[in-house]
């Protein structure tokens, strides 16, 4: 049972103002002067209200790897961020690539109760692009999978990507491919171009990602089914998606909020933080996502949250682990990237990061309008205040953020999961608060 909360004076975000009653799991009713005996009174006055974000890009690394994160901290952290659901990537050991694991996967989330945790299952035996996994089983399991991706690894094999493609259809699954060429990417460690000879470090170049997402969507549409391009970077890559909707083909895509803010550049102090795949490219790349963002040629943004060990950033770049937190900064960053420059709007930001990913995914109870009946699920947001970024504000275990030292808009001051809070004051709540079991 849910938390009866009153919430007063929030803003929506078509620029009405309303209260929310809140009351097992659901909103039971909205309007202006609300009252309700007993309920837990919140002011929202100058608040945001939005839909809970969705994440369709998180690393979990539980199980296998919870020296870095697991499914309890990176949601916590994902609620700190106003998140109130995550897609789980199957990069974890042992792979999420039968039933059995990514059940495991489910029953961590609901144990934890900061966010909805809905695992991604690997599209092939391992990650190792030789034979397909248990895509059926993993569909039909209780964890009800429809994403799967070999996310760290590209399906490079077109043959079985075209039977993975095949195969999905039965059941209204997308195909979510890590678009990098493996054969054009050994020993990759930034963008390609002047920057990269310039610091002695092997360049990645654009065209490894645009050719595998060209080919995907011709494969996507000879078989007619659902594709889904992770982390777009390149200014080629948006030119391609738009080419394939333009042909009616069924594509999504996304951007990262990093690649909406960050450029190559950030690896002259060959600072690992800025370590990351696919590397940061260049400001006409950036510029490009960002219209892409705008323009619905890219429909979501998803953080590609990879905590790490101290140790696998604190050493040369050569050698250090690929990959940032994102989860409690991502909004802060969308915000400065395409919100406060008049690109995007409060609405666009619901169905991005909201409503849309939920969508793809096929999530239900998430991403709906915030109105009399729909499950409880929604964040309260102060887009005027600034902040400066720093590990205080980081909820997971990974500490490998970018943003560290650097001035942020906007902060999460409360946010609810299925009716309950899970943030407060825009700190987090302690686990026996949530309902967390275990």
Not at 91 to 115: C, H, K
Not at 359 to 376: K, T, W, Y
Request: aromatic share 4%; charged share 20%.
């Amino acid at each position: 049972m849910g938390e009866r909360i009153l919430i007063g004076g929030a803003t929506l975000a078509d620029g009405s103002r309303t209260d929310l009653l809140l009351e097992d799991g659901r909103i039971v009713e909205t309007g202006t002067g609300l009252s309700s005996a007993g309920a837990t009174p919140i002011d929202a006055d100058g608040l945001l209200a939005l839909p809970g974000l969705v994440d369709l890009h998180t690393h979990l690394r539980e199980p296998g790897y919870e020296q870095s994160e697991t499914v309890l901290t990176g949601t916590r952290a994902a609620a700190a961020g106003g998140f109130t659901a995550v897609f789980a990537m199957a990069n974890t050991s042992p792979v999420a690539d039968t039933a059995g694991v990514v059940e495991q996967v489910l029953s961590l989330g609901e144990a934890a109760g900061y966010a909805t945790v809905r695992p991604i299952g690997a599209v092939t035996v391992g990650l190792e692009g030789e034979r397909l996994a248990e895509l059926g089983a993993m569909a039909q399991s209780r964890a009800r999978v429809r994403v799967f991706s070999d996310d760290g690894k590209c399906v490079s094999d077109p043959l079985l990507m075209r039977r993975a493609l095949e195969y999905v259809k039965a059941f209204d699954g997308v195909i979510a491919q890590h678009a990098q060429e493996p054969r054009l990417t050994q020993g990759a460690q930034m963008n390609e171009g002047a920057l990269s000879g310039e610091l002695g470090l092997t360049g990645w170049p654009a065209v490894a990602e645009e050719s595998i997402i060209a080919r995907d969507v011709l494969l996507a549409e000879h078989v007619g089914s659902r594709l889904h391009v992770c982390h777009v970077s390149t200014a080629g890559s948006v030119d391609v998606i738009r080419w394939a909707k333009a042909r009616g083909i069924d594509v999504t895509a996304e951007v990262t909020p990093h690649h909406l803010a960050l450029t190559e550049e950030l690896a002259t102090g060959y600072d690992a933080r800025y370590k990351v795949n696919p590397p940061l490219r260049r400001r006409e790349d950036v510029e490009a996502l960002r219209a892409g963002l705008a323009d619905g040629t890219i429909d979501i943004v998803a953080t590609d949250h990879a905590p790490h060990p101290v140790e696998a950033k604190d050493c040369e770049w050569d050698a250090a682990a690929f990959g940032m937190v994102g989860l409690e900064s991502a909004l802060s960053v969308v915000q400065a990237s395409v919100v406060d420059n008049g690109m995007l709007d409060w609405a666009d930001i619901a169905r991005v990061l909201s409503a849309t990913p939920a969508r793809i995914g096929r999530l239900e109870g998430h991403g709906s309008p915030l109105e009399a009946g729909a499950p409880a699920n929604l964040f309260l947001y102060d887009p005027t205040v600034s902040r400066s970024f720093s590990t205080a504000d980081l909820a997971g275990k990974g500490v490998n953020s970018p943003y560290l030292g650097l001035t942020l808009p906007g902060r999460v001051v409360a946010t609810f999961h299925q009716g309950r809070a899970t943030v407060l004051d825009g700190a987090v709540r302690d686990a026996e608060e949530v309902g967390a079991r275990g």
